[in-house]
């Protein structure tokens, strides 16, 4: 019995370990409430056409919460004393960003933004490729369609 378990508890690491290293693509225009994950159409979130990505200074935002979810990552919000905080957690890894504030905290080292988060139609946004990147992905921007692609 004892090896019967060994055996699950090894097949479910494996799998744990090859759906957290996965290769992986998502892309979302500015303006569309949907998203792409790997080719499979989801809304950003159910119900609510007007969370989109945008783009605010140059730089582009999207609501957090369905992306880092996309991504296998956990999204938790505080308030602290008035400071509106979003956390992300992915892959042993934490991200806190403070609405309004051009610092984040990656694993607890403070790194600057060149854009701080926002809150927009009650939705947090944030700078796109500063999570992707601190989240161990790729992002590449297509101009000409406003599309970005998160990949690895």
């Known amino acids: 019995m004892k090896k019967f378990v060994s055996i699950i508890l090894a097949v479910l690491v494996c799998f744990a370990a090859t759906a957290a290293f996965a290769d992986i693509a998502i892309s979302f225009q500015i303006g569309n409430p949907r998203f792409s994950v790997n080719g499979l159409q989801l809304s950003i979130d159910a119900g609510r056409d007007e969370t ?10 999207l609501p957090i919460r ?11 919000f505080s308030d602290m004393g008035g400071q509106k905080i979003v956390h992300i957690n992915y ?29 927009l139609n009650d939705r947090t946004y944030v700078p796109v490729r500063f999570i992707a990147e601190n989240m161990g992905f790729e992002v590449d921007w297509d101009g000409a369609t406003q599309t970005v692609t998160i990949s690895r």
């Open 52 to 61: 989109v990505p945008v783009i605010i200074e140059d730089r582009t935002f």
């Open 66 to 76: 369905a992306i880092a979810e996309a991504l296998g990552g956990e999204v938790d």
């Open 91 to 119: 892959n042993g890894s934490s991200i806190s960003l403070v609405i309004g504030v051009q610092v984040a905290f990656k694993n607890g080292e403070a790194l600057s933004l060149d854009a701080a988060p926002v809150i």
